[in-house]
């Protein structure tokens, strides 16, 4: 156990609709990683926040954003939900925003747009 | 900007053969490259990792190495168990990437019974 939770584990929804992805980081971790694996894909960095601010920002498409809130918590928002979009959405978390920094990551969210 | 390329894509070895895994990367002002492992239906996590004013770094049955400059680092395992099996996945961390860590694709590791 990473320490790092995601909420739901599954999501199964229809293309169009709009979802949240949530991540609770391990205790006293500032900084929280998304990443995106499809089907026999590697990791796609999505986007990353440290102390409530974005640091840095990879392959996300205009239709997803994220947040990270006052308790460290984070959400990725997914809207205009594409067949393509189905994949595994992981959440990771470091203390500081280096990236020598070890992330742990969680169990992810399984998404499948039907 | 940074690319990181991982070789092979599936790996099978008998069990308690060695493995290798290797990954190259273009920046060769990276100074960081970790390995991390994912096991069937979780998240990735952290095995070994090297910084660049390291050649060689050991943890029990697992290696890594790095050679500047060919720019490629490999991931040693030996003695191979069932529990090796898992997708691997190398990445590396430059100023050209904006310190973000840049992911190989990821090799399938098998270990045969």
């Known amino acids: 156990d990473s320490g790092v939770t995601q909420t739901p584990k599954h999501l199964i929804t229809a293309t169009g609709q709009r979802v949240t992805l949530r991540c609770s980081p391990r205790s006293g971790d500032l900084s929280v990683y998304w990443y995106q694996q499809s089907l026999d894909q590697g990791l796609q960095f999505l986007i990353q926040?440290?102390?409530?601010?974005?640091?840095a920002k990879g392959n996300i498409l205009e239709r997803f954003s994220a947040q990270q809130f006052p308790d460290l918590h984070s959400e990725l928002n997914l809207s205009s939900l594409e067949l393509g979009d189905s994949a595994l959405y992981f959440c990771?978390?470091?203390?500081?925003?280096?990236?020598?920094?070890?992330?742990?990551f969680g169990p992810g969210t399984r998404l499948l747009v039907l | 900007g940074e690319n990181v390329e991982q070789h092979p894509s599936t790996l099978s070895v008998q069990e308690g053969d060695s493995a290798v895994i290797k990954c190259t990367y273009s920046d060769s002002a990276s100074n960081y490259f970790p390995w991390y492992k994912q096991e069937l239906g979780k998240g990735p996590q952290l095995i070994i990792d090297i910084r660049s004013n390291v050649g060689e770094k050991k943890d029990q049955r697992i290696a890594v190495t790095l050679n500047k400059t060919a720019k490629h680092f490999s991931l040693h395992i030996t003695e191979t168990q069932p529990e090796d099996s898992a997708v691997y996945f190398c990445a590396a961390s430059s100023m050209d990437s904006n310190y973000q860590l840049i992911w190989g694709a990821g090799t399938k590791l098998i270990i045969k019974p």
């Open positions: 990771a978390s470091s203390v500081e925003a280096r990236p020598e920094e070890t992330q742990y």
């Open positions: 926040y440290y102390n409530g601010e974005e640091r």
